[in-house]
Protein backbone atom coordinates (compact mmCIF):
# COMPACT_ATOMS: atom_id res chain seq x y z
CA UNK A 1 0.00 0.00 0.00
CA UNK A 2 2.83 2.24 0.94
CA UNK A 3 4.52 1.58 -2.30
CA UNK A 4 1.75 2.40 -4.68
CA UNK A 5 1.18 5.55 -2.80
CA UNK A 6 5.04 6.58 -3.13
CA UNK A 7 4.58 5.58 -6.79
CA UNK A 8 1.36 7.52 -7.14
CA UNK A 9 3.56 10.55 -5.47
CA UNK A 10 5.57 10.83 -8.02
CA UNK A 11 3.18 9.91 -11.04
CA UNK A 12 1.32 13.31 -9.66
CA UNK A 13 5.27 15.27 -9.26
CA UNK A 14 6.04 14.31 -12.95
CA UNK A 15 2.87 15.56 -14.10
CA UNK A 16 2.97 18.97 -12.51
CA UNK A 17 6.80 19.16 -13.74
CA UNK A 18 5.65 18.57 -16.95
CA UNK A 19 3.01 20.93 -17.04
CA UNK A 20 5.42 23.40 -16.06
CA UNK A 21 7.70 22.87 -17.95
CA UNK A 22 5.18 22.97 -21.43
CA UNK A 23 3.69 25.71 -19.35
CA UNK A 24 7.02 27.75 -19.62
CA UNK A 25 8.30 26.94 -23.18
CA UNK A 26 7.11 29.22 -25.89
CA UNK A 27 5.49 27.38 -29.13
CA UNK A 28 7.77 26.46 -31.56
CA UNK A 29 7.95 29.12 -34.29
CA UNK A 30 5.72 31.37 -32.52
CA UNK A 31 8.10 34.75 -33.64
CA UNK A 32 4.90 37.08 -33.47
CA UNK A 33 6.71 38.51 -29.98
CA UNK A 34 10.03 38.82 -31.40
CA UNK A 35 10.96 42.95 -32.57
CA UNK A 36 12.18 42.69 -36.11
CA UNK A 37 16.13 42.72 -36.46
CA UNK A 38 18.41 45.64 -36.16
CA UNK A 39 15.77 47.43 -33.45
CA UNK A 40 16.40 48.33 -29.65
CA UNK A 41 13.77 47.03 -27.13
CA UNK A 42 13.63 49.35 -24.40
CA UNK A 43 11.84 48.01 -21.16
CA UNK A 44 9.43 50.44 -19.71
CA UNK A 45 10.39 51.67 -16.21
CA UNK A 46 7.93 50.14 -13.43
CA UNK A 47 6.76 53.99 -12.28
CA UNK A 48 7.11 57.04 -14.81
CA UNK A 49 9.60 59.68 -13.91
CA UNK A 50 6.53 62.47 -13.20
CA UNK A 51 5.21 60.19 -10.49
CA UNK A 52 5.28 61.66 -6.91
CA UNK A 53 6.11 59.52 -3.89
CA UNK A 54 3.43 58.27 -2.22
CA UNK A 55 0.81 60.75 -0.40
CA UNK A 56 3.57 63.80 -1.47
CA UNK A 57 0.74 64.87 -4.44
CA UNK A 58 -1.60 65.52 -1.46
CA UNK A 59 0.47 68.23 0.22
CA UNK A 60 3.03 69.78 -1.97
CA UNK A 61 2.18 72.70 -4.21
CA UNK A 62 3.01 72.67 -7.85
CA UNK A 63 6.09 74.39 -7.63
CA UNK A 64 7.05 71.60 -5.13
CA UNK A 65 5.93 69.00 -7.29
CA UNK A 66 8.45 70.58 -10.48
CA UNK A 67 11.32 70.59 -8.36
CA UNK A 68 10.74 67.07 -7.40
CA UNK A 69 10.36 66.29 -10.45
CA UNK A 70 13.47 67.72 -11.30
CA UNK A 71 15.29 66.06 -8.58
CA UNK A 72 14.42 62.47 -10.13
CA UNK A 73 15.03 63.12 -13.42
CA UNK A 74 18.77 63.97 -12.61
CA UNK A 75 19.24 60.55 -10.77
CA UNK A 76 17.13 58.41 -12.89
CA UNK A 77 20.13 58.08 -15.28
CA UNK A 78 22.34 57.35 -12.96
CA UNK A 79 19.72 54.59 -11.18
CA UNK A 80 19.77 53.07 -14.43
CA UNK A 81 23.10 52.68 -14.92
CA UNK A 82 23.19 51.29 -11.52
CA UNK A 83 21.13 48.55 -12.81
CA UNK A 84 22.60 47.73 -15.51
CA UNK A 85 25.54 47.06 -13.25
CA UNK A 86 23.69 45.04 -10.84
CA UNK A 87 22.21 42.97 -13.82
CA UNK A 88 25.63 42.01 -15.33
CA UNK A 89 27.41 41.21 -11.90
CA UNK A 90 24.36 39.38 -10.91
CA UNK A 91 24.45 37.22 -14.49
CA UNK A 92 28.05 37.35 -13.94
CA UNK A 93 27.75 35.79 -10.85
CA UNK A 94 24.88 33.19 -11.74
CA UNK A 95 27.34 31.94 -14.60
CA UNK A 96 30.41 30.93 -12.12
CA UNK A 97 28.13 29.39 -9.93
CA UNK A 98 26.69 26.84 -13.18
CA UNK A 99 30.09 26.38 -14.23
CA UNK A 100 31.11 25.08 -10.73
CA UNK A 101 28.59 21.67 -11.76
CA UNK A 102 30.27 19.01 -13.87
CA UNK A 103 28.45 18.21 -17.14
CA UNK A 104 26.21 15.75 -16.04
CA UNK A 105 24.86 17.50 -12.64
CA UNK A 106 24.09 20.91 -15.32
CA UNK A 107 22.27 18.74 -17.25
CA UNK A 108 19.73 17.29 -14.56
CA UNK A 109 19.81 21.27 -13.09
CA UNK A 110 18.75 21.99 -16.13
CA UNK A 111 16.01 19.43 -17.36
CA UNK A 112 14.79 19.06 -13.33
CA UNK A 113 14.60 21.91 -11.70
CA UNK A 114 15.15 24.99 -13.72
CA UNK A 115 11.79 24.57 -14.99
CA UNK A 116 10.32 25.09 -11.57
CA UNK A 117 12.24 27.66 -10.74
CA UNK A 118 11.01 29.65 -13.98
CA UNK A 119 7.70 28.93 -13.12
CA UNK A 120 7.72 30.16 -9.54
CA UNK A 121 9.41 33.26 -10.34
CA UNK A 122 6.31 33.88 -12.66
CA UNK A 123 3.82 33.37 -10.01
CA UNK A 124 5.25 35.43 -7.84
Known amino acids: MTRMVNRLGCVVMLAVLAIAVTAVQPAQG ?68 AAVLRGCESFVFKKTFLPVVCLMSYTV
Not at 51 to 77: C, D, F, M, S
Open 30 to 97: DDTTAPPAGTTVVKKRMFSLRRLPNYYGKVATEEQKEKIHKIQEEYQPKIDELHKQLEALTKERDEKV
